[in-house]
């Protein structure tokens, strides 16, 4: 392993509710699962199921219309119950009715000693697995006719109330590796994979073949995969890079070493609103009201998250696991009005810029909810950002950029670089209560329809 790379820039939210090291198993079966085409950018779905059809886990339940070879597919067996729709005909979610069963449908073995491009390819489309290989720029799907300059997997999470991803490949090694070896054929420069100095111990990640592993040290966002990249091999205009999650990498392992879609996986749940924590091994796309029923205190108002505080989407209490998330959050929603503001005290808040004396317990862990303290303002010059964004670029200018689109600007501030998660602590600490990350997607949809 190389020398460390330490970051000082960045934050960690201190909030209650973190996972304990516990795995368990939901407390009821579960029945009900969704895959939502909203959470792939870049894919235009087009069903290749109706209601009331029977699947298997791995058959398809949508392609991409710009690209007929990506296609999704059913992490469970059982009946189609529900197709969702949104403003303007937008499939938002598929929903299965489990038949408690888990067929498979059989793609065939792959031996690592055979292992080329082309058939990992193949076997990543036929399970329809594609899609969790995401790129940069623009944050989205990877073309599978464009091979990447290198590929980047981060093996720790900083997020707050994020899952221990050492947990994630426990007992799991063998198909880690394996998934790894399957990546490293799909592009002639290098598989890195970025650790933590004092977190990170699972050999899977220390010792890892075929992979160049690089340690990090320092608060969040050092575990986002953009800020490895920025630090490791920075993106120029007209380099493709591919990044795949520790979880996408087991199930991709699986798929090669027992040639089935297994979609099971490892969800952390916390927050300041459940009486337990923890981490669960569950199915993608799997209903989270079995983990919040009668877990969540009672008599409170609490916003449900499918992902971490920072990055995460809202979801009901009945809902379901985002795609690419590995979290539940349950925080307090903000519904009440607080007496004097920031002119109190604030021992019992967190605070970024030492508003409040509770910076003078800095190990003090925080209930924090979802309030604003704040409307929408005009953009003021403060230099904040710059001190949460570990990256080589000037944040508020992108932003501006972004918002004029101006093309020209955009590519000369690093627009290729960036991804709206590696602006979701400048959102936090944002005096102006502006949407970032939106406005940092919409910017990236935006120079990927006018350049491409």
């Known amino acids: 392993m190389e020398k460390v790379i330490r970051l000082r820039k960045g934050l960690d939210i201190r909030i209650e509710g973190c996972p304990d090291g516990s795995l368990d198993a939901p407390s009821a079966p579960q029945a009900r699962y969704a895959v939502k085409p909203v959470d792939f950018y870049g894919i235009h779905p087009k069903l290749s199921v109706q209601v009331q059809d029977r699947v298997l886990a791995g058959d398809p339940l949508f392609y991409d219309k710009n690209n007929p070879q990506i296609f999704l597919t059913s992490p469970v067996s059982g009946t189609v119950a529900e197709i969702v729709y949104g403003p303007r005909r937008v499939i938002e979610e598929i929903r299965i009715q489990a038949d408690g069963k888990n067929e498979h449908k059989d793609f065939g073995v792959l031996d690592p000693s055979s292992f080329t491009a082309e058939n990992v390819r193949e076997k990543l489309l036929q399970a329809g697995l594609w899609a969790f ?267 501006k950029a972004c918002i004029a689109k101006d093309i020209e600007n955009m590519e000369a501030l690093g627009i290729y670089e960036v991804s709206p998660e590696d602006f979701a602590l400048c959102e936090y600490i944002d005096a102006s209560k502006t949407e970032i990350q939106e406005i940092i997607r919409e910017g990236l949809e935006y120079i990927r329809k006018e350049v491409q």
């Not at 920072?310 to 925080?331: C, E, N, P, Q």
């Not at 970024?352 to 409307?375: C, E, K």
Request: glycine residues 10%.
């Open 133 to 399: 290989i995401r790129q940069r720029p623009y944050d989205l799907a990877a073309d599978p006719a464009r091979p990447p300059r290198d590929i980047f997997i981060s093996a720790f999470d900083t997020a707050p109330l994020a899952p221990d991803l050492d947990m994630v490949v426990r007992g799991e090694e063998d198909c880690f590796q394996m998934g790894v070896d399957a990546l490293a054929k799909l592009t002639k420069g290098k598989v890195y994979l970025g650790v933590h100095r004092r977190k990170t111990a699972s050999k899977a990640y220390l010792e890892c073949r075929n992979a160049e592993i690089r340690a990090f040290d320092g608060p969040h966002p050092c575990g986002n995969v953009g800020i490895q990249i920025h630090h490791i091999a920075p993106i120029s205009k007209g380099d493709v890079v591919w990044y795949v999650h520790p979880q996408d990498i087991v199930i991709m392992g699986r798929l090669f070493k027992k040639g089935i879609y297994d979609a099971t996986k490892i969800v952390a749940v916390g927050g300041s609103e459940l009486f337990k924590t923890g981490h669960h091994k569950v199915l993608a796309g799997f209903n989270v009201s079995c983990m919040l029923e009668g877990n969540a205190r009672p008599g409170s108002s609490h916003r449900v998250i499918s992902g971490n505080i920072l990055t995460g989407k809202r979801i009901s209490d009945d809902g379901y696991l985002g795609a690419f998330d590995h979290m539940i959050s349950v925080i307090p929603e903000g519904k009440r009005f607080r007496f004097m503001g920031w002119l109190g005290p604030g021992l019992d808040r967190f605070s970024y810029s030492r508003t409040f004396w509770s910076w003078l317990r800095p190990r003090r862990r925080y209930v924090m909810d979802t309030n604003m303290n704040g409307s929408e303002r005009a953009y003021v010059l403060t230099g904040q950002f710059e001190k949460v964004l570990p990256m080589d670029i000037y944040p508020l200018q992108l932003i």
